[in-house]
């Protein structure tokens, strides 16, 4: 975040709807508001959409990797590649993890797989999942350093432990591309799928924003826009940041262009469950 190449921004909205980690993909592929009602990837499922991946690869010549910490049938999630266009899935969920890989293992094994270049590899993590009622940090060789207030309920400190830990994991991805050469040919999206359930921490005040940082833009800082955003403006950011050219920009807003305006009204939100429910026609190409 101190890096004067990188862009970080805290006030992040959730635009989650039923189906909770699934629709971030939908957010951020595709710039599409999820329904509320329903799991938004039951119909993604049903076409071949205007995505990110699939405009990266037609357009840019990426090859398309996403790494899945479970298995590929997890959410939809095979069937899902196919609509976004995403190539390849790294299945790291196995027997012996319980087909559910913790996030050490992830960028440990990232580490010997070789990717084609140029890609775009979307890396899925489970860490910070779940409930935060057990000490997860005991389970690793991971130590918190902090020294948590006395009015942190125990759940909030246990999130707060899974948030070091995936962050610890994170930094030891970035070294790994640093030592292996990529990290200057590389931009490095960390961004999150929704905010922990309600009442998950035991505490009244804490925030409900998401973070997002995209490392190594090789565009100033200044030029992205500071203020309060949604999931569902990274799609036209991106969209923008690689010189895509597409018809259907989504119903978010590009950080890069003058004029940002975080507001999701009730024509945009109709448009967009037209588009889900009625078949995705708008998106095909």
């Excluded at 921490?201 to 100033?220: E, K, Q, R, V």
Aim: glycine share 6%; charged share 20%.
């Amino acid at each position: 975040m101190r890096d004067p190449r990188n862009y970080h921004n805290l006030n992040v909205t959730s635009n989650r709807g039923g189906g909770e980690s699934s629709d971030a993909q939908i957010s951020y592929f595709t710039g599409l508001l999820p329904l509320q009602s329903e799991m938004s990837v039951q119909r993604i499922i049903k076409n071949r959409v205007a995505a990110l991946p699939r405009l990266l690869h037609e357009q840019k010549g990426y090859h398309t990797y996403i790494t899945i910490p479970t298995n590929r049938f997890f959410w939809h999630q095979n069937e899902a590649n196919l609509s976004y266009g995403i190539d390849h899935a790294i299945e790291l969920g196995n027997y012996e993890n319980g087909y559910w890989c913790q996030d050490e293992e992830i960028f440990n094994r990232l580490q010997n797989v070789k990717l084609q270049e140029p890609y775009m590899n979307i890396i899925l993590t489970l860490s910070m999942h779940g409930s935060y009622d057990t000490d997860f940090l005991a389970e690793t060789p991971v130590r918190s350093p902090f020294n948590y207030p006395s009015r942190f309920s125990a759940e909030f400190c246990h999130y707060l432990d899974k948030c070091f830990y995936t962050d610890l994991q994170i930094e030891r991805y970035i070294a790994y591309l640093k030592r292996s050469g990529q990290y200057d040919n590389t931009v490095l999206i960390v961004c999150s799928d929704h905010e922990p359930k309600e009442g998950s921490l035991g505490m009244d005040d804490w925030s409900m924003s998401l973070p997002l940082i995209i490392a190594n833009t090789h565009i100033a800082a200044e030029m992205f826009y500071v203020g309060s955003i949604n999931q569902i403006d990274l799609y036209p950011t991106m969209l923008d940041m690689f010189g895509l050219q597409s018809e259907w920009r989504g119903m978010g807003h590009s950080l890069l262009r003058k004029g940002y305006n975080n507001t999701i009204s009730d024509t945009q939100r109709r448009i967009s469950n037209n588009i889900l429910r009625g078949g995705l026609r708008f998106l095909q190409r």
